[in-house]
């Protein structure tokens, strides 16, 4: 999905809104550039529809869907982050539920097998970046750039409550990647989730709600809470992190169908820092953050041939 093509610069005003501050002030290596346009184009596409829809199987779904959709986003930097960074973006959004290739619910990738109680596929998530600058504990420390993960996921589908709802328990082990001037592996996270949505709760309502814990092995935790002897000072001094939990985590999402082409979303997510392994590291400082998001999307387009599934 990344290009390998030799490097050429893009003047810095093409830099995109989602990368921190610092970035969009140096130079973009084009085909990175293209590469974590398309990446968080996909994913943020994904979420959004993820959260405007809750993603239950019901028979005679669109093999794909089109449109565009709007949201805003305020979270932490990080778990453990004292400050926020926000975004408000409005782009095209796409689903496809092919046989193998997927890009539907809250992830882009293959799926390698599917049975009624198990699903196992290999794909892409993405997180926000944070420039150091908007974040007091890390002034003068590098970027927290845009982050993408890929790996496996197992899927379980525990119960079916409903014809239109769905417990599951999600397990995926991915690798963390940061887009940094390249491409650079920041570690792995692990975070089993267990979830329940319900496409119709009620007068048109759709509701998802989850719990999961983030681990992350020592070194991607050292890229979030780790304090390089580099960078040490009288207030921040030298920390090396652990691997363990990053948070326990809850989440909340509603959405409602105005026509059979807009929805409206919002969800909020609370991140028990508390219970990460590296609160005593300088960089963690709030015990928990919530996150806060709405948004729409609007259906342009969709295929009169159904889903496989």
């Known amino acids: 999905m990344l290009f390998a093509a030799s490097p050429a610069t893009l003047p810095s005003?093409?830099?995109t809104a989602w990368l921190p501050a610092s970035r969009r002030t140096s130079q973009c290596t084009k085909p990175?550039?293209?590469?974590?346009?398309?990446?968080?184009?996909?994913?943020?596409s994904t979420f959004a529809a993820a959260q405007a829809e809750p993603n239950v199987e019901t028979p005679n779904r669109p093999l794909w869907e089109a449109g565009?959709?709007?949201?805003?986003?305020?979270?932490?930097?990080?778990?453990?982050?004292?400050?926020?960074?926000?975004?408000?973006v409005a782009l095209p959004w796409f689903i496809y539920r092919g046989p193998v290739f997927?890009?539907?619910?809250?992830?882009?990738?293959?799926?390698?097998?599917?049975?009624?109680?198990?699903?196992?596929?290999?794909?892409?998530?993405?997180?926000?970046?944070?420039?150091?600058?908007?974040?007091?504990?890390?002034r003068g420390m590098p970027d927290l750039g845009f982050q993408f993960e890929f790996g496996p996921r197992v899927r379980l589908n525990l119960a079916r409550p409903t014809p239109s709802s769905v417990v599951r328990l999600d397990i995926p082990l991915r690798g963390v990647f940061e887009l940094d001037d390249?491409?650079?592996?920041?570690?792995?996270?692990f975070e089993p989730r267990l979830s329940y949505d319900n496409r119709d709760f009620g007068g048109g309502w759709g509701v998802s709600t989850s719990a999961s814990v983030?681990?992350?092995?020592?070194?991607?935790?050292?890229f979030l809470y780790g304090v390089p002897t580099a960078f040490a000072n009288r207030a921040r001094p030298a920390y090396t992190a652990k691997s363990g939990i990053i948070t326990p985590r809850v989440q909340l999402a509603l959405s409602r169908a105005i026509t059979k082409d807009l929805r409206i979303f919002a969800f909020t997510r609370y991140d028990v820092a508390s219970a990460g392994a590296n609160?005593?590291?300088?960089?963690?400082?709030?015990d928990g953050g919530a996150s806060f998001g709405i948004g729409a999307t609007w259906t342009l387009g969709r295929s009169s041939q159904t889903a496989p599934d």
């Open 32 to 44: 990175l550039f293209i590469a974590s346009l398309l990446l968080a184009s996909a994913t943020a």
């Open 13 to 15: 005003t093409t830099c």
């Open 68 to 88: 565009v959709a709007g949201i805003g986003i305020t979270s932490p930097a990080y778990p453990g982050a004292d400050k926020r960074v926000g975004r408000v």
């Open 214 to 222: 983030v681990v992350g092995d020592g070194k991607y935790n050292e």
């Open 102 to 138: 997927r890009a539907d619910g809250d992830t882009v990738g293959a799926r390698v097998l599917k049975t009624k109680t198990v699903e196992f596929d290999i794909g892409f998530a993405a997180a926000l970046g944070a420039s150091s600058d908007d974040v007091d504990v890390r």
């Open 182 to 189: 390249g491409i650079k592996h920041r570690g792995f996270a």
């Open 279 to 286: 609160k005593s590291s300088p960089l963690h400082v709030n």
